[in-house]
């Protein structure tokens, strides 16, 4: 969705972004992508229930811009993955597993590294995709690499977590022994 100010305050389009924000809200699926050519401020006090919302500035180039849309629709059955969150970006964050159609109900072992931290923990995947729920605090640019085995589709995200089934994994991390303090 490109907000321009010529976008703000006129009754369709903003009609037709009601009906979007309604089905990703009741579906759980990402159905919006902003992309402004206002700053993040206008768009946030226009459509406040999309402040925390990954969005990019029309003004970052279409490069940038196609780069982030391909790393949000990747959804390819691996068992490696990787994912990043915005820089400036604190607040909840969340990885979700789906698993492959054959794999439907057996235990996964997830490991989550993230700069010099680490997760492990096996967790049964059933026929919905699940959202491992935590927090990013700092204002950081570590990117996030995951593995599932058997392998899964995954995608990571800022904001609530997409899925009724979820599970908050704020707890259990480790640091990795030896490795040079990379999140402060």
């Given at each position: 969705m490109l907000v321009t100010p010529n976008f703000i305050g006129k009754p369709w389009p903003e009609t037709e972004l009601a009906?979007?924000?309604?089905?990703?809200?009741?579906s759980g699926t990402i159905r919006i992508i902003p992309v402004l050519d206002v700053s993040h401020a206008v768009f946030a006090e226009r459509y406040p229930l999309m402040a925390d919302k990954l969005s990019r500035s029309w003004d970052a180039g279409v490069g940038e811009l196609a780069s982030m849309l391909a790393e949000r629709i990747d959804h390819r059955v691996d068992d490696w993955h990787w994912g990043i969150h915005p820089q400036e970006y604190i607040g909840p964050v969340w990885v979700r597993i789906t698993a492959?159609?054959?794999?439907?109900?057996?235990?996964?072992?997830v490991t989550i590294l993230w700069g010099d931290s680490l997760f492990e923990k096996t967790i049964r995947v059933g026929d919905t995709p699940l959202s491992l729920r935590h927090r990013k605090l700092l204002n950081?640019?570590?990117?996030?690499?995951?593995?599932?085995?058997?392998?899964?589709?995954?995608?990571?995200?800022?904001?609530?977590?997409p899925d009724k089934h979820n599970l908050l994994i704020d707890e259990g991390w480790r640091r990795i022994e030896g490795s040079p303090q990379t999140r402060q």
């Open positions: 009906n979007a924000l309604s089905m990703e809200i009741s492959a159609p054959e794999q439907q109900g057996e235990d996964h072992v950081d640019h570590a990117p996030l690499l995951i593995h599932t085995s058997p392998a899964a589709q995954v995608t990571v995200g800022e904001g609530r977590a």
